[in-house]
T-cell receptor, first 116, second 113 residues
Framework: GAGVSQSPSNKVTEKGKDVELRCDPI?????LYWYRQSLGQGLEFLIY????????KSGLPSDRFSAERTGGSVSTLTIQRTQQEDSAVYLC??????????????FGEGSRLTVL | DAKTTQPTSMDCAEGRAANLPCNHS???????VYWYRQIHSQGPQYIIH???NNETNEMASLIITEDRKSSTLILPHATLRDTAVYYCIVRGSVRSNDYKLSFGAGTTVTVRA
């Protein structure tokens, strides 16, 4: 597709279960970001990928959160043993990375996670 | 650390220009000013960015003061669909490896008919 695609768009899970959120970036974009947005709050940076490596994981809130990226494309954000405070919209963004690019991030529509 | 300061909210009349201010008094020489907006239930959308010159595109104009300590985003003819949260962000160039956009609280803009 032309834009960043995220799935699922909505996920309801029970406390203690694991969830996986998927992001398909724009083809050719080497940079990929995960952010999270709790209800009524601003965007919180989670992790940044350049290719398959993650030079900045500083925003991951706990060791229950992990993310990987394969083939320089698809990324998966995994939350283990979900807690109610994990409920939020998880946003993925991608960007071409090079000296000539504008630094613009292209965001997906997000995955809304509700932990009961 | 918030690098920008924006009003919490503002109203604008449909069809009129909306002028959104942003203060970034600690901006350094290689940092850009970016504007994004987030319409309800959608991901943020890039609007415009600039370094020191004024910029204009099909969506908006960006006016940066000569000392670069503040800027104004101008939506020339606001429509109801422009109702959104508008974020002003300061970021270094990608050459400087400043890859991360840090979003603050933004300005909630409500366009009224």
């Amino acid at each position: 597709g032309a834009g960043v695609s995220q799935s699922p768009s909505n996920k309801v899970t029970e406390k203690g279960k694991d969830v996986e959120l998927r992001c398909d970036p724009i083809s050719g974009h080497t940079a990929l970001y995960w952010y999270r947005q709790s209800l009524g709050q601003g965007l919180e940076f989670l992790i940044y990928f350049q290719g398959n490596s993650a030079p900045d994981k500083s925003g991951l809130p706990s060791d229950r959160f992990s993310a990987e990226r394969t083939g320089g494309s698809v990324s998966t954000l995994t939350i283990q043993r979900t807690q109610q405070e994990d409920s939020a919209v998880y946003l993925c963004a991608s960007s071409p990375f090079g000296v000539s690019n504008t630094g613009e991030l292209f965001f997906g529509e997000g995955s809304r996670l509700t932990v009961l | 650390d918030a690098k920008t300061t924006q009003p919490t909210s503002m109203d604008c009349a449909e069809g009129r220009a909306a002028n959104l201010p942003c203060n970034h008094s600690t901006i350094s020489g290689n940092e850009y000013v970016y504007w994004y907006r987030q319409i309800h239930s959608q991901g943020p959308q890039y609007i415009i960015h600039g370094l020191k010159n004024n910029e204009t595109n099909e969506m908006a104009s960006l006016i940066i003061t000569e000392d670069r300590k503040s800027s104004t985003l101008i939506l020339p003819h606001a429509t109801l669909r422009d109702t959104a949260v508008y974020y002003c962000i300061v970021r270094g160039s990608v050459r400087s490896n400043d890859y991360k956009l840090s979003f603050g609280a933004g300005t909630t803009v409500t366009v009224r008919a």
